[in-house]
Each structure stands twice: as structure tokens, then as C-alpha cells.
């Protein structure tokens, strides 16, 4: 049974979901930046574009888009040849972020975002990883799963549970809490993705991609490919610390010529 750990063996479908995901990323931050820097006043046909931020549907989609990304990173941590140098770049480069927006972009801090947690949660993978897939390897998949959207639907839909937690600790121990979940009532991060509920997810992606690696998923599954989006989704890390700064300044040119 083959191993995929080598650049030659990459399974294609991961980086053609993965490429999608970022792609429809680019689009979102592209009309936001659209809406935020008021550029393209007179193309109407943008706005209404930018109306679908508003609406169930595009909430759908956002958060489907965001549980593939942490999905896949539970995944591909299935088969990294270092999960703790992995991480620990991450976790270093997401506080340099964090560094640069107190500094540079006030009012739009971000102390906890994406990266922050997909640096945390695969540390924490590579803490239990043996402990997961040796001690709990009979615990069905699906359960944490379920406990994502449980933890989801209780705290975000129906009644947030930081409050309580805040209220019952010391305000000086609640400051660190914010990774785990439990801000402070004056806590703010422009994008915060705390470690739960999306740890869970992480996992459940973790445990999928022990059964993805010992190929028990159709062989098409190994085979599918579409170049130019897979491509895309073989630079997640790169796309993401690039895209913002390019789109942005290409649009404003465009903005410029056009007028």
C-alpha cells in the first residue's frame, strides 16, 4: 500500500476542493474590499453582487467554504513530514500579522484569526496525534463532527455561553481564554476563529484523512484531478498572504482607469 507522503503522490482532489475554497476566498474578500474602499460607484451590477453578502444563501456557502479549509488541514496533517515545525511557522507568522494589524491597521485588529487556529490546532494534533489515532482510534469519526455543530448551534445560534464563562473567572485569567473560546465582554478581533468550535472540525479531518491515507476511499478518489484550480490549491499558505494586498491594489488601478 502506497504512501503519500512525496510531492509525485499528492492526492489531487484535496488540492482541487482546497483550490475552489480559496477561489471563492478571493472573490469574497474581492467584493468586500470593493465595498469597503467604495470603488466602482457607478458599475450597479457590482453592488448588487455585493447585496448577496446580506442574504442565508452566501452565509451557507461562507461557512461551507471555511469548514473545507479546516477539514482539509486536519487531513494533510495525516501527511506532513513535521507537524511541529508546521505549526510553530504558522503560530509565528499569524502573531507577525497580529503584530502588523495593532500597528498599521487600527480599528481591524486581529488577534485570533485563521491562521492563529489552524496553527494551534495542528500543535495540538501533534501532541495527541499517537493518542488519537492508537487510544481512540474506535470512537466513530462522526462524532466529533457532532460536536462541532453542537458546540456550533449552541453557542452561535442560540445562546452564547462566553458570557457566563467570563462572568464565573477572574478578568485577568479570562484575557488568554479568547483562543479556547471564552473572550472577555470588551474583546474584539476582526477575523476570530477560537479552538472551539473548530478544533472538532480539525479533528474530524485528522481522523478522515487516517482512513484517506491507508486508501480506503474509492480509487477515483486518488486519480481526480483539474490542473488549473489544483494548481491553486497547492499554495493555500502563499495565496493567502498575498491575495489581500494584490487584489486590493489591482482593483483600485482598475477603478482609476475606468473613471
Request: charged content about 15%; some cysteine.
Given at each position: 500500500?502506497?504512501?503519500?507522503?512525496?510531492?509525485?503522490?499528492?492526492?489531487?482532489?484535496?488540492?482541487?476542493?482546497?483550490?475552489?475554497?480559496?477561489?471563492?476566498?478571493?472573490?469574497?474578500?474581492?467584493?468586500?474590499?470593493?465595498?469597503?474602499?467604495?470603488?466602482?460607484s457607478?458599475?450597479?451590477?457590482?453592488?448588487?453582487?455585493?447585496?448577496?453578502?446580506?442574504?442565508?444563501?452566501?452565509?451557507?456557502?461562507?461557512?461551507?467554504?471555511?469548514?473545507?479549509?479546516?477539514?482539509?488541514?486536519?487531513?494533510?496533517?495525516?501527511?506532513?513530514?513535521s507537524?511541529?515545525?508546521?505549526a510553530?511557522?504558522?503560530?509565528?507568522?499569524?502573531?507577525?500579522?497580529?503584530?502588523?494589524?495593532?500597528?498599521?491597521?487600527?480599528?481591524?485588529?486581529?488577534?485570533?484569526?485563521?491562521?492563529?487556529?489552524?496553527?494551534?490546532?495542528?500543535?495540538?494534533?501533534?501532541?495527541?496525534?499517537?493518542?488519537?489515532?492508537?487510544?481512540?482510534?474506535?470512537?466513530?469519526?462522526?462524532?466529533?463532527?457532532?460536536?462541532?455543530?453542537?458546540?456550533?448551534?449552541?453557542?452561535?445560534?442560540?445562546?452564547?455561553?462566553?458570557?457566563?464563562?467570563?462572568s464565573?473567572?477572574?478578568?485577568?485569567?479570562?484575557?488568554?481564554?479568547?483562543?479556547?473560546?471564552?473572550?472577555?465582554?470588551?474583546?474584539?478581533?476582526?477575523?476570530?476563529f477560537?479552538?472551539?468550535?473548530?478544533?472538532?472540525?480539525?479533528?474530524?479531518?485528522?481522523k478522515?484523512?487516517?482512513?484517506?491515507?491507508?486508501?480506503?476511499?474509492?480509487?477515483?478518489?486518488?486519480k481526480?484531478?483539474?490542473?488549473?484550480?489544483?494548481?491553486?490549491?497547492?499554495?493555500?499558505?502563499?495565496?493567502?498572504?498575498?491575495?489581500?494586498?494584490?487584489?486590493?491594489?489591482?482593483?483600485?488601478?482598475?477603478?482609476?482607469?475606468?473613471?
Amino acid at each position: 500500500m502506497s504512501d503519500f507522503n512525496s510531492e509525485t503522490n499528492r492526492i489531487k482532489i484535496l488540492d482541487v476542493i482546497r483550490g475552489i475554497a480559496l477561489i471563492l476566498m478571493i472573490l469574497d474578500h474581492s467584493l468586500y474590499d470593493i465595498k469597503s474602499y467604495g470603488l466602482f460607484s457607478s458599475t450597479l451590477w457590482i453592488y448588487k453582487l455585493i447585496d448577496f453578502f446580506n442574504t442565508p444563501l452566501y452565509s451557507v456557502i461562507w461557512f461551507i467554504v471555511v469548514m473545507c479549509f479546516f477539514i482539509i488541514a486536519g487531513i494533510t496533517s495525516n501527511f506532513s513530514k513535521s507537524n511541529f515545525r508546521r505549526a510553530i511557522y504558522l503560530i509565528g507568522f499569524a502573531f507577525l500579522l497580529t503584530l502588523f494589524t495593532v500597528l498599521f491597521v487600527k480599528g481591524n485588529e486581529i488577534y485570533f484569526g485563521v491562521l492563529h487556529c489552524f496553527g494551534f490546532c495542528i500543535f495540538i494534533y501533534f501532541l495527541i496525534e499517537k493518542f488519537l489515532h492508537n487510544v481512540f482510534k474506535k470512537i466513530p469519526i462522526w462524532i466529533f463532527l457532532i460536536l462541532f455543530f453542537v458546540y456550533y448551534y449552541i453557542t452561535v445560534l442560540v445562546s452564547p455561553i462566553e458570557p457566563f464563562v467570563v462572568s464565573i473567572l477572574n478578568y485577568k485569567l479570562v484575557i488568554p481564554l479568547f483562543i479556547i473560546g471564552f473572550p472577555a465582554n470588551n474583546f474584539f478581533s476582526a477575523d476570530f476563529f477560537p479552538l472551539l468550535p473548530w478544533l472538532f472540525l480539525f479533528l474530524f479531518g485528522a481522523k478522515l484523512g487516517k482512513y484517506i491515507k491507508e486508501q480506503r476511499f474509492p480509487k477515483w478518489f486518488y486519480k481526480f484531478d483539474f490542473k488549473p484550480v489544483s494548481f491553486v490549491g497547492r499554495y493555500p499558505f502563499l495565496i493567502y498572504i498575498l491575495h489581500q494586498p494584490i487584489i486590493l491594489g489591482l482593483l483600485i488601478l482598475i477603478d482609476k482607469y475606468i473613471k
